[in-house]
C-alpha cells in the first residue's frame, strides 16, 4: 500500500487486472424457441388443442434451453424473467395487479386474464360461464424497433399489489437446473412512463402512481433475495427518450426508495439501451445502485460523459454486441472500446454485455441451410451472440482467444473488401444525386391540371390501397411455384386470371383507379427484396413482432440494385385488359430499409438513397409502360423516426422525404403519383414533404376531429381511410357517409380521395365485396351533392 501512488499509472493498472476476469453478461435472450415452439403452442392453447400444463411445460422448455445454452457458452450473467407467453411488459401489468375491471370481472385464471388484456377475448355463454367479449388493450410500438408491447392502462381504482411471483418462480427454476441468474424486469419508472390513463380516468397521471407501485416493487425484489438471487437488472429504457423533468425526479426517487431498503434488496443493475442518456445525465448521477449499463453500439459517443458519472464502487456494464442487428461483432474494435473501460474502472467494474435484450434477433444461424456460406460468415444471430459476449469479455481479460480473434478479423476483412458488398457503380450513383433528382419538373398545381385532362377522374375519386384478399388458392400456387411443382408459364397464367378477378371486380362496382391486387407478392418487402442485388433472406430467421406474431426481416447485405423491372410485368397486363387506369404499386424506400435488417458498414441514408435510385429506374419503367398512376407505399415512414428531438431526427426527416422524391420525380407531369401511410400519428409537414400527389392515410379508428383539422391545409390530394381492414365488420354505406361528411366540415372536397385504411389482403372475398360497394356507393352519393 506504501506504493500506492507511484504505481498508478494506466498501464500497472491494466497489468494488475489481468488476472481479474471481466465479467459477460446478456441482457434478455428470445423466448420463441428455435422452430417457433411458442407460437405454436400458444396459439393451440388460444384453439383449445393443447392445455394449459401443455403450455407452460413447453414454456418451461423453452427458459430451460435458454439458460443451458447460455450457461455451457460461459457467460457469468444470465438473465431469468425475460420469458414471457405474450409480452414482458403485460407480465408485469398482470404481476402488479394492474387489471382493468372489465378483464378482472370475469374472474379468470392468471394465465386466461393476460391473454385476454394482449389479444382481447369472445366467448359464448356456456351453461356454466356468461359470455364473454372484451376487446385487448393498446399495443404500442416498443421504442424504434420492430417489437410491440401491451400499453400498461391505469385507472383511479388501480389497486398495486402481488399477482402471483413470476419473476421468483422463474429464477428457482433456473436455480435447480443449477444455474444462477439475474431476473431482469422492466423498471418502475419506464413501466409507468410507458403506460397510460384508462378511458374512465384521463385525468390520471401515471407517474403519479409511483409511490404507491414502489412497495409492491420492492416486495417482489425482496421475495428475490430471500430466494437466492444476488442481484437484479431494472431496465429503465425511457432513459433514452427526451424525459420531462417529473419522470427525471422519478428515476431518483424510484432508485432512492429501493437503496433505503438495500438491505433486504438484491443489488440493481440499472440498464438503459437503444440510445443515449446523455440529455437525462443528471437523473443518472449519484444514484445508488450498484451498476450501470448504457448501449455503446447505438451510442458510442456517450461513452466519456457516462463513464464521468460512475460511482466509485458501481460497475459500468458496456452494451457492445449489437442486440437489435444480424451482424457478426468486430472483436478487435469492441475489445479496443472495452478496454478503454478498464483503463478509467478496472477490471473488476467492468461487465461486457449484449447492447440490448436479444429479442429482436433471430435465435441461431445453425438453423439457416439455404445462405450463401459467405455470407453466411457475416453473421451472427442471438445464440451466436452469446459466444461473442464471452469472447470479448475473456479477450479483454488477458485469456487466449487467439484462435477467435484471429477467424473474426478474417470474416470482417472479407465482408469489408467483398464484391457482394460493394458495388462501384451504385456508389457512384449514389453520389451523383442531386437536388433536381428530387423534384419533380413542375408545382403540384400544374401537375394537377395535366393529370386532370389525362385522367379524367370524377368529384371524390375511389381507390384502394393495393392487394385484394390473399386466399388460399393463391398461397398454394405460390408456393408450388417456389418448389418448382409449377412451371413459370402455368405460374404466370394464375396470376393474370387473378389479376382479371379482381379488375373486373372493381370495375363492376365503379372503381376510379385500380388495383391490380398484388396476388403475385408473399410480402411488401421481401417481393421487391428478391428481386434487388444486394439482399438476402433467411429461412427461420423469425423475431417476435407482437404476442404470436414473428416477422423474418429480408438481410440487407450489400449496395442495392435494381437488375431488372420488378413489378412492370404485371400492372401493364392489368392494364391491358381494362380502360380504368390501373396504379403502378411500389414499396419505398424507407419501408424497404425499416422492415429489412440494415447494413451496419454504412449510413441508414444511404442505403435508402440505393433503393430509392432502384425504385426510380421501377417507377420510370412503369410510366414507359404506360402506367399513369404509381403509389409508392411508406407505411413505415414514421417509425423510422428518432426517437429523440435534435439533429439526428432532422436529419432523418429530411432524407425520408427526399429518398422518397429521388425515386417518384423522374416522371412527367400528368403522371400521378400515390403515396400510403398506415395511421401513426403523422406530421403533416413529413408528408407535404414527399410532394406526393395523393396521400392515402389510415383513419377510420382515429375518429379526432383535430386530426382532420391539422391536415386542412395539406396542399395536395389526400384520402383518408374510411374503413377497418383489419376488422372483417362490414360498415354501411351510411356509416361512411357520415365520416365523410365530418371530414368535408374541416376538409375541401376538391381535394378528397374515398379508400379504405390499407390493403385488403388479410380479407376474405366476402367481406370486401360488401365493403368495396358501400364505399362506392357512398362517394356517389357525395358527387350528387356537390
Ligand atoms: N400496397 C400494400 C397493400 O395494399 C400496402 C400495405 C401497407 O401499407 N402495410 O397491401
Ligand atoms: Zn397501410
Redesign the pocket.
Known amino acids: 500500500m506504501i506504493f500506492k501512488d507511484t504505481k498508478s499509472s494506466v498501464g500497472q493498472l491494466i497489468s494488475n487486472n489481468l488476472h481479474t476476469m471481466v465479467q459477460s453478461a446478456i441482457l434478455g435472450f428470445p423466448r420463441i424457441g428455435p422452430n417457433r415452439e411458442l407460437k405454436k403452442t400458444t396459439e393451440a392453447y388460444w384453439k383449445g388443442k393443447v392445455s394449459v400444463e401443455e403450455l407452460f411445460k413447453v414454456g418451461k422448455e423453452l427458459r430451460a434451453a435458454n439458460w443451458k445454452l447460455q450457461k455451457e457458452a460461459g457467460v457469468d450473467i444470465i438473465p431469468s424473467n425475460d420469458f414471457s407467453f405474450y409480452d414482458q411488459v403485460l407480465d408485469l401489468s398482470l404481476l402488479f395487479n394492474a387489471i382493468p375491471e372489465r378483464y378482472a370481472k370475469y374472474n379468470l385464471a392468471p394465465i386466461d386474464t393476460f391473454f385476454a388484456m394482449g389479444r382481447g377475448l369472445q366467448k359464448s355463454a356456456t351453461e356454466t360461464s356468461a359470455a364473454i367479449d372484451v376487446t385487448a388493450l393498446e399495443m404500442v410500438k416498443w421504442f424504434d424497433s420492430n417489437y410491440h408491447y401491451v400499453r400498461p392502462t391505469f385507472s383511479h381504482s388501480t389497486e398495486f399489489k402481488l399477482n402471483g411471483q413470476k419473476p421468483v418462480d422463474e429464477f428457482l427454476e433456473a436455480k435447480e437446473l443449477g444455474i444462477q441468474t439475474r431476473p431482469v424486469l422492466l423498471g418502475p419508472v419506464s413501466y409507468l412512463f410507458l403506460g397510460k390513463a384508462d378511458k374512465d380516468s384521463l385525468d390520471l397521471e401515471p407517474l403519479s402512481l409511483l409511490e404507491k407501485l414502489l412497495p409492491v416493487y420492492a416486495e417482489v425484489l425482496s421475495k428475490l433475495k430471500q430466494a437466492g438471487a444476488t442481484e437484479v437488472q431494472l431496465d429503465e429504457p425511457t432513459l433514452v427518450l427526451d424525459l420531462p423533468q417529473e419522470a427525471q425526479q422519478a428515476i431518483k426517487k424510484a432508485y432512492q426508495f429501493f437503496a433505503s431498503k438495500a438491505s433486504s434488496l438484491p443489488e440493481i443493475t440499472l440498464a438503459s439501451y437503444f440510445g443515449t442518456v446523455v440529455p437525462n445525465l443528471n437523473a443518472l448521477k449519484g444514484l445508488p445502485v450498484a451498476a450501470l449499463h448504457f448501449d455503446f453500439v447505438r451510442a458510442p459517443e456517450q461513452f466519456d460523459d457516462v463513464v464521468s458519472i460512475v460511482g466509485d464502487k458501481q460497475k459500468l456494464s458496456v452494451g457492445i454486441i449489437d442486440g437489435r442487428n444480424i451482424w457478426k461483432n468486430n472483436f478487435a474494435k469492441s475489445s479496443e472500446f472495452v478496454k478503454k473501460a478498464i483503463e478509467k474502472l478496472g477490471a473488476d467494474r467492468v461487465i461486457v454485455a449484449t447492447s440490448s435484450s436479444l429479442l429482436h434477433t433471430p435465435v441461431d444461424l445453425e438453423n439457416e441451410s439455404k445462405l450463401n456460406p459467405v455470407i453466411k460468415d457475416w453473421f451472427a444471430f442471438a445464440t451466436q451472440k452469446v459466444k461473442e459476449v464471452v469472447i470479448v469479455s475473456k479477450n479483454v481479460s488477458g485469456k487466449n482467444v487467439s484462435a477467435e480473434l484471429e477467424a473474426n478479423a478474417k470474416s470482417v476483412a472479407a465482408r469489408a473488401a467483398s464484391d457482394i458488398t460493394n458495388n462501384p457503380a451504385v456508389k457512384k450513383r449514389v453520389a451523383a444525386i442531386d437536388a433536381k433528382m428530387a423534384q419533380r419538373a413542375a408545382p403540384f398545381d400544374e401537375r394537377l391540371i395535366e393529370q386532370q385532362k389525362s385522367l379524367k377522374l370524377p368529384l371524390f375519386p375511389t381507390t384502394?390501397?393495393?392487394?385484394f384478399p390473399q386466399t388460399r388458392d393463391i398461397r398454394i400456387n405460390r408456393n408450388k411455384f417456389a418448389k418448382g411443382t409449377i412451371s413459370a408459364e402455368e405460374y404466370e397464367k394464375f396470376i393474370n386470371a387473378e389479376i382479371e378477378t379482381v379488375i373486373r371486380f372493381q370495375e363492376e362496382i365503379g372503381l376510379d383507379v385500380l388495383v391490380h391486387g398484388?396476388p403475385e407478392r408473399n410480402d411488401?418487402v421481401q417481393y421487391f427484396g428478391e428481386q434487388l442485388n444486394g439482399y438476402t433472406f433467411t429461412v427461420n430467421g423469425w423475431v417476435q413482432s407482437y404476442g404470436s406474431r414473428y416477422v423474418r426481416p429480408p438481410i440487407i447485405v450489400g449496395d442495392l440494385s435494381r437488375p431488372k423491372p420488378m413489378s412492370v410485368k404485371e400492372s401493364v397486363y392489368a392494364q391491358s385488359i381494362t380502360t380504368k387506369p390501373v396504379k403502378g404499386?411500389l414499396?419505398g424506400p424507407v419501408t424497404c430499409l425499416r422492415w429489412s435488417f440494415p447494413r451496419d458498414d454504412v449510413e441508414q441514408k444511404t442505403q435508402a438513397y440505393q433503393l430509392a435510385l432502384a425504385l426510380r429506374d421501377e417507377v420510370n419503367d412503369l410510366e414507359a409502360a404506360g402506367i399513369t398512376v404509381i403509389?409508392v407505399?411508406e407505411?413505415a415512414i414514421r417509425e423510422g423516426l428518432p426517437l429523440r428531438a435534435g439533429a439526428e431526427r432532422d436529419d432523418y426527416v429530411f432524407w425520408a422525404a427526399d429518398s422518397f422524391r429521388v425515386a417518384t420525380s423522374g416522371v412527367r407531369n400528368s403522371t400521378q403519383i400515390h403515396s400510403?401511410?398506415?395511421y401513426s400519428d403523422l406530421d403533416p409537414n413529413h408528408i407535404k414533404a414527399l410532394d406526393a400527389d395523393v396521400v392515402s392515410i389510415e383513419y377510420s379508428k382515429k375518429d379526432d376531429p383535430n386530426y382532420i383539422a391539422e391536415f386542412k391545409d395539406y396542399p395536395n390530394h389526400i384520402g383518408l381511410g374510411l374503413f377497418d381492414i383489419h376488422s372483417p365488420r362490414v360498415p354501411s354505406k351510411e356509416e361512411m357517409i357520415h365520416k365523410i361528411e365530418t371530414i368535408l366540415k374541416d376538409y375541401p372536397a376538391s381535394k378528397f380521395w374515398v379508400n379504405p385504411d390499407?390493403?385488403?389482403?388479410t380479407r376474405d372475398w366476402a367481406e370486401t365485396k360488401l365493403s368495396l360497394t358501400n364505399m362506392v356507393d357512398a362517394a356517389k352519393y357525395f358527387r350528387e351533392q356537390y
Open positions: 384502394t390501397i393495393g392487394s398484388e411488401m404499386m414499396t403509389q407505399d407505411p400510403h401511410f398506415c390499407c390493403g385488403l389482403k
